[in-house]
């Protein structure tokens, strides 16, 4: 009784904290919509196409770019403002599709379309070489309705539908994908990377901040008034430590409500999933409760642990997936138990596991959470005796 | 001025003394863009390793690999033999090559028939970027094969005077008539430490809005502030301190992290006049968003609330958490209602494109106006917080 009564005098402070309730609750979710909407794109280059005042030819070409699966397609009103663009690093490369193409190509001259990139930015090269491809097949049609008007009674136009029919029945030397694997190592992209991996990074960080509570409890020797009734150092720990498991476990049901009812994330087996959201709210207390002892000003707990729990979340794939960096980082990534964590979403999430195909890694989390709890119980009563 | 230099001095020696004005004007920001700097070194380039079977030792096959090992090419794409489609399949999937080419056996013949054989794209569902490119180049190569195709068949279609092997004979000289001609914008790459180095020091300085409104409550809890009016100095004067003491410490962590991120981990900062006109102009945004904070609120736990919202929102906001580039273009726009998403703009251009003063003007004005209104609405209120 004495444990919840001090857990629930803590959560009334939270809950009457309208900025905790606005970083507790607020924040994860607009974070979730600005990270899922811009985790995006790892497998597609984005192509800026400037296609202003072009012919039905230019609009086929525009919509033959669009159909590519390894492009996304932004239009552009002007050519300044494509090279911009392309400067800034917010498209891949730049296309200009030419005013009159239908003509141009009817003139028997060769036709060049611009495709602004440097040759020098590998990201933008690749992405260069895949628009050449599109405009290229476009160029077949264009080819053989002349050698067809140059070699045959037939006209342009009237070679060009013959072609365009036979091009859609004639036997090509086709390009077949063959996947080696179907098993994915990240997150789906989207709302589906952002809300597992948010869940991981707020729970965490909330913990880590609101160490400046337990920092300014015992400033304000709260905890002394506490021990003059009948309470032991224990009760104290044990209402503490259930107080930030208690707010760590509603941010992340929020969070797991939040992203499957507006987002449509699937978070995977059901008792997976709780057994990982619970190990990962362990894991929050201890690092909470840890923050609350080694910090001596709720400055510095306010201070570095936000730095701690960005850093951590970055080194453990919450921000963009282990999977785009070096093995060395990788291995990095994973002293923190945010990579053990994320590696469990992501196997849940992309390979539909349960939870015997995350015990590996639920085992290395409840390992971190006992060190963590073991730690930090230790110093917090050793504090108040 | 010299009681508000005398104030000013006193709160940067307070902040010093607490050791997390320097974690958080140049540890974390340091620290951040370190593990950035690490985590993106050798990402940034496109690069892979394309597996390829030849089982067709033909003329068609020779060409086809002669034009995956383009000049052009070989910056995105490094060969390496392999010896069957089991093989390729294997490295793909453990990784060794990012997607493999298998041309079959009798490719080469196939293709001037009526059923030419199919090439295979091996790829894996963790590097579908390196298999689409290779897919692109392949069918670069196959377009102008199946271009040729079609144009005899046209032409026979079309009731050519001329038999097949005329055609056939006559197309072999033909090349695609519409073509890409690639050329550059004369921008750097945007790199990630480049774009997160400012990133990272803005974010923390939006900070100092929280830490310079909790010590102008504290020091009016304690008296401070009566103290101070009962001497003989202005309310005005009180404020200018405050605000000078976060003008000192916002330039001197975001020159801090500026100088050593340049050193340390390369990152491109642009021309030392425009990045630090930047830096300044985003300081004095900050100094007035600061003043705004205390002149409105009541509390200091109110005033620690709203610095704190205000820090998240306008660091979520503006692009420093992730990088606007990648960002779709609502949030371009939206960022450019915060003084930091102008000052990011300001400096990916410095880093990718260059040029002094004159090509940050648009930033440094949008972000002294913000200043000018935050400051305006902030002076209005001032009498209020001091009295």
């Known amino acids: 009784m004495r444990v919840l009564a001090i857990t629930r005098a803590s959560l009334t402070r939270v809950a009457r904290d309208r900025t905790s309730l606005f970083f507790l609750l607020v924040l994860p979710v607009v974070v979730i919509v600005i990270i899922g909407a811009t985790v995006r794109g790892f497998s597609t280059f984005t192509v800026g196409v400037e296609s202003t005042g072009t012919d039905a030819a230019g609009r086929a070409l525009v919509s033959a770019l669009e159909r590519s699966p390894g492009l996304k397609v932004v239009p552009f009103a002007t050519t300044p403002a494509l090279t911009t663009a392309l400067a800034r690093g917010e498209v891949a490369a730049g296309v200009v599709v030419p005013a009159h193409l239908a003509a141009a190509e009817r003139s028997g001259r060769p036709v060049v379309v611009t495709v602004y990139a440097e040759r020098v930015n590998s990201v933008q090269q690749a992405a260069a070489t895949a628009v050449a491809s599109v405009i290229v097949g476009r160029g077949a049609l264009v080819q053989a309705a002349r050698f067809a008007s140059d070699h045959s009674p037939a006209g342009y136009d009237a070679a060009l539908a013959t072609a365009r029919g036979l091009d859609a029945v004639l036997p090509r030397v086709a390009v077949r994908t063959v996947r080696a694997d179907t098993v994915s190592s990240t997150l789906p992209e989207g709302f589906s990377y952002s809300a597992p991996t948010e869940l991981v990074l707020f729970v965490f960080l909330s913990a880590l901040a609101g160490g400046a509570t337990i920092v300014e409890t015992r400033r304000l020797g709260l905890y002394e008034r506490m021990l003059a009734g009948p309470v032991r150092a224990r009760h104290v720990v044990l209402g503490e430590g259930l107080t930030y498991l208690v707010i760590a476990l509603v941010q992340s049901v929020l969070i797991v409500t939040i992203g499957s009812v507006a987002f449509g994330v699937s978070w995977g087996d059901p008792l997976a999933a709780g057994a990982l959201v619970v190990v990962w709210s362990l894991v929050g207390v201890g690092a909470g409760l840890l923050a609350g002892t080694v910090f001596r000003t709720p400055e510095q707990a306010t201070s570095i642990g936000p730095t701690v729990g960005i850093a951590f979340a970055m080194l453990g794939g919450c921000m963009w997936p282990l999977s785009i960096v070096s093995t060395a980082m990788r291995d990095v990534g994973h002293v923190t138990p945010h990579a053990w964590a994320v590696d469990a979403w992501t196997i849940l999430l992309s390979r539909h596991g349960t939870i015997a195909s995350i015990a590996g890694q639920l085992g290395v989390l409840l390992a971190f959470a006992a060190a963590l709890l073991a730690l930090s119980t230790w110093r917090l009563a050793r504090r108040l005796h | ?387």
């Open chain 2, 1 to 387: 001025m010299r009681a508000a230099l005398v104030i000013a001095r006193k709160d940067l020696r307070q902040r010093l003394r607490d050791r997390s004005a320097i974690v958080i004007g140049v540890v974390a920001p340091l620290l951040i863009a370190g593990v950035m700097s690490a985590a993106f070194r050798g990402t940034a380039s496109f690069h892979f390793t394309l597996g390829v079977v030849d089982a067709d030792h033909g003329s068609v096959a020779a060409g086809l690999i002669r034009a995956l090992d383009e000049p052009d090419l070989r910056t995105i794409i490094t060969l390496k033999r392999l010896p069957s489609d089991s093989a390729a399949r294997t490295d793909v999937r453990t990784g060794s090559v990012a997607a493999a080419l298998v041309i079959p056996s009798g490719f080469s013949t196939s293709v001037a028939g009526a059923a030419p054989k199919a090439l295979a794209v091996v790829t894996s569902v963790n590097n579908s970027a390196a298999g689409g490119v290779a897919r692109a180049v392949v069918e670069s190569f196959t377009a102008q094969i199946n271009a040729d195709r079609l144009s005899v068949m046209t032409a026979v279609q079309s009731a050519s005077p001329l038999d097949l092997g005329e055609l056939s004979r006559l197309a072999q000289g033909l090349a695609i008539p519409l073509r890409t001609l690639q050329r550059p914008v004369g921008a750097r790459e945007l790199t990630a430490i480049s774009y997160y180095s400012p990133a990272m020091a803005i974010f923390f300085l939006l900070f100092t809005i929280g830490f310079t409104s909790r010590s102008f409550f504290v020091d009016r809890a304690q008296g401070m502030v009566e103290r101070m009016r009962a001497a003989p100095i202005r309310p005005f004067e009180i404020l200018v301190g405050k605000a000078l003491s976060v003008l000192v410490y916002g330039v001197a962590s975001l020159a801090t992290v500026g100088v050593i991120t340049s050193a340390a981990f390369g990152a491109r900062w642009g021309d030392p006049l425009a990045a630090s006109v930047l830096g300044l102009a985003m300081v004095l945004a900050v100094v007035c968003l600061t003043a705004l904070v205390i002149s409105a609120a009541r509390t200091q736990r109110q005033a620690e609330g709203v610095a704190a919202i205000l820090t998240f929102g306008l660091a979520l906001l503006g692009g420093n958490f992730v990088s606007l580039s990648s960002s779709p273009p609502l949030m371009r726009t939206l960022s450019l209602f915060t003084p930091n998403g102008w000052a990011l703009r300001g400096y990916t251009d410095l880093a990718t494109v260059g040029g002094g003063l004159s090509s940050v003007a648009g930033p440094i004005l949008a972000i002294l106006a913000f200043a000018a209104v935050t400051g305006t609405v902030a002076a209005s209120l001032a009498r209020r917080a001091v009295s």
